[in-house]
């Protein structure tokens, strides 16, 4: 029996999901592992849209329930951070203790993100702690997101590609996807 | 033994983080909880910037595994959703089977949350799904973040705050806060 990976990340909000999520799974079938895809699954219609969402959640969970590890797209999503189900995922699965691992296809870390997000506008506080105009503090931990996620998946000896994709393909380029693929198949 | 909650959220990014925590902190007392707050530890010093945020994932984490439930902060972070930590840590600890409760301080819906990051341009496909101009979909299912979060906690018959911050108390209005801990002791 393959282990079965959930594949997590922003693209099941794309205008060609079906097209990346199948790109995914072959991808996953050809390192001898089963793909467990969001969106692979109808989910019957609900009396009302939040009702519909509230199955989605159940039909996602259970599929996590079922998983053996994941692999996540924390490819920031709408804003300088990844995709909020995609954080809450990966910890779901990392709680689970299964194998974990993610890729970004944005090489700038979260620092320099944030940094950006505040157009520079950083400056030391007294105790040397950057914070930006607002006066939040910025991690800066050379990390590809806050230090939960990739501190979640580094401290489980979990894989983190780090890629440069081309504006155009930035939800679509699967080089980071491949390269966790790659080293899960070192790790069973 | 009272309960113990983790207390997640961006206000320790905040310059009076600790001011604030404290605050959550007693509030939690006063509802015989006992909180557990991330930043609550000193946390070694290491070699590098990067081990140093290893080490908070660490400590962050075992924190959880020592909570009985959590109650998240989702009210949006640096753009237009929740902080990807509370976003993690709520999956987290939402597989561990534990009390969940989450709140916002912002009460336009994530659906209404992204239309105005998309500044309105929000159009519906052939299927009828809602698209925004870089062809993404939009999840429209009257919930404070993505499906996932929102769902997370709704399914687990936890509690959802919803309540409307003045703009300079978006992080430090404990109104919603209050509102979760007030439901988790009816839970218990």
New interface residues.
Partial sequence: MPLKLYLAG?EV???N?REILDAKAALTRSYDFEPICPGDIFIEPAP???E???K???V??SM?NSADGVIANLTPF????????T??????????GKLVAAYTNITDNHFAR?AS?YDGQIAP?ETGRK?GPD?????????I????????V??RAGHIAIHRAAFDALYTDLTGFEDCLKYLATRI
């Fill in positions: 922003p909000f794309l205008r999901a009302t849209r939040h519909f969402g509230l989605i959640s159940a996602d969970e996590m709408r804003g300088m951070a990844a995709d909020t189900g954080a809450f995922e990966l910890g779901y699965i990392c709680a689970q944030v997000y506080d914070r006066g939040t503090a910025l991690e800066d931990f050379e990390m997101d806050n230090l939960m996620l990739h501190g979640g580094a401290r």
